[in-house]
T-cell receptor
Framework: DTAVSQTPKYLVTQMGNDKSIKCEQN?????MYWYKQDSKKFLKIMFS???????INETVPNRFSPKSPDKAHLNLHINSLELGDSAVYFC?????????????FGQGTRLTVV | AQSVTQLDSHVSVSEGTPVLLRCNYS??????LFWYVQHPNKGLQLLLK??????LVKGINGFEAEFKKSETSFHLTKPSAHMSDAAEYFC????????????FGQGTTLQVKP
């Protein structure tokens, strides 16, 4: 069973469109994240949700809106897509009340804006 | 503030020879440190983690890392490289709070030559 799964794996879309990426974890974790990996492979956190509550919002344009319908899901909706949004987006989860806990990552969604 | 510096952007070794990927960290607190590996077009997989227990940490696939507080280092090593080790490696520090935020190094590309 896949621990953290995201869909779609690849997403090609035109500038100006609105798109969503879905993420689900079956690990029973209480915290979920979105990370962005740029063309130089640098990874940076975008959002963090703990028990469906937004904890981290890292200077991300408000065109990006995360939604957490329950603890097991964290979706990312992007409005008015721009060329610079092209990247790989990773969903992750962890259990934050465990000391030194690691994050489990999904396979990534490669978004290409044309 | 927490930060991570991977000292080499690219490391090339021959199959069967030792691997050394260098990482230095900066943290105001006792850190949790991780090494993740990313194979081409794949997600991030945890190799090993340090959480203030033993300073020599053993991970999967024969990798290990040693936490050296005096040198603020957490270098990753493997005695004998295998072709399947070719990938991108990330040294990561975890912000010690309930946010679970991870700070990634810039990544090191490991090339293994036959």
């Amino acid at each position: 069973d896949t621990a953290v799964s995201q869909t779609p794996k690849y997403l090609v879309t035109q500038m100006g469109n609105d798109k969503s990426i879905k993420c689900e974890q079956n690990l029973g974790h209480d915290t979920m994240y979105w990370y962005k990996q740029d063309s130089k492979k640098f990874l940076k956190i975008m959002f963090s949700y703990n028990n469906k509550e937004l904890i981290i919002n890292e200077t991300v344009p408000n065109r990006f809106s995360p939604k957490s319908p329950d603890k097991a899901h964290l979706n990312l909706h992007i409005n008015s897509l721009e060329l610079g949004d092209s990247a790989v987006y990773f969903c992750a989860s962890s259990q934050e009340d465990r000391v030194g806990t690691e994050a489990f990552f999904g396979q990534g969604t490669r978004l290409t804006v044309v | 503030a927490q930060s991570v510096t991977q000292l080499d952007s690219h490391v090339s070794v021959s199959e069967g020879t030792p691997v050394l990927l260098r990482c230095n960290y900066s943290s105001s607190y006792s850190p949790s440190l991780f090494w993740y590996v990313q194979h081409p077009n794949k997600g991030l997989q945890l190799l090993l983690k340090y959480t203030s227990a033993a300073t020599l940490v053993k991970g999967i696939n024969g990798f290990e890392a040693e936490f050296k507080k005096s040198e603020t280092s957490f270098h990753l090593t493997k005695p004998s490289a295998h072709m399947s080790d070719a990938a991108e490696y990330f040294c990561v520090v975890r912000i010690p709070s309930n946010t679970g935020k991870l700070i990634f190094g810039q990544g090191t590309t490991l090339q293994v030559k036959p």
